[in-house]
């Protein structure tokens, strides 16, 4: 039922992660790492990689 219910519901996302998605495409020669991928999102690196896991299930 769980599975059901996560295609019924609309995608929820943060919207910081679009934004640095966009930053990162735009400098895809960047070397980057969770620190400055945390850092460019405003968000302490756990809470940032926590965050990208729930919006990649």
Same mark, same amino acid.
């Given at each position: 039922?769980?599975?059901?219910?996560?295609?019924? @519901?609309?995608?929820?996302?943060? %919207?910081?992660? &679009? #934004?640095? &998605? %966009?930053?990162?495409? @735009? %400098?895809?020669?960047?070397? &980057?790492? /969770?620190?400055? /991928?945390?850092? /460019?999102?405003? /968000?302490? #690196? %756990?809470?940032?990689?926590?965050?990208? #896991?729930?919006?990649?299930?």
């Amino acid at each position: 039922m769980v599975y059901v219910m996560s295609f019924a @519901q609309p995608h929820q996302s943060d %919207n910081r992660l &679009w #934004k640095l &998605w %966009n930053v990162v495409e @735009q %400098n895809l020669e960047q070397d &980057w790492t /969770l620190q400055s /991928l945390s850092q /460019l999102a405003c /968000l302490v #690196k %756990n809470i940032f990689v926590g965050s990208v #896991k729930n919006n990649l299930a």
